[in-house]
């Protein structure tokens, strides 16, 4: 069965870099949009929010405003991993991050960020936490 394998993430401070990554399993990334969302805490019945996404090609993403500049997604087609560089962390960066793929057949890569899609594959979430 099609899924991810999360890892990364953790505690850092205000202004800390961290990385997350997803390792895809049983499906090959190659011709799949990929994205990252975050769930922020206390917020469990609202859904998540799209921070970026990858298409096929590396000129092909989208990034939520408020990540611009500070975040880069990318993907490694030899590894079948897609990763989010988080560079000058801020509190309000804290949550639940989620890897997601979905065929590109069927997707834009601005409509996965967006839409916040119900189906395609998606990882468990890993934590973020970014102290004041």
């Known amino acids: 069965q099609s899924r991810f394998v999360e890892s990364g993430g953790g505690f850092v401070e205000f202004g800390g870099s961290l990385r997350v990554s997803c390792a895809a399993s049983e499906f090959t990334l190659d011709d799949f949009v990929i994205g990252w969302f975050r769930q922020a805490p206390g917020q469990p019945g609202k859904e998540q929010e799209g921070?970026?996404?990858?298409?096929?090609?590396?000129?092909?993403?989208y990034y939520r405003k408020s990540v611009k500049g500070r975040f880069a997604i990318s993907r490694d087609n030899t590894e079948n991993t897609m990763y989010l560089h988080m560079n000058s962390l801020q509190p309000e960066d804290t949550g639940v991050y989620y890897c997601a793929a979905l065929p590109s057949k069927v997707i834009t890569v601005q409509k996965m960020c967006t839409d916040r899609p119900r189906l395609g594959v998606w990882g468990r979430g890993t934590q973020v936490v970014v102290s004041p």
């Open positions: 921070v970026s996404c990858l298409g096929t090609t590396d000129d092909d993403t």
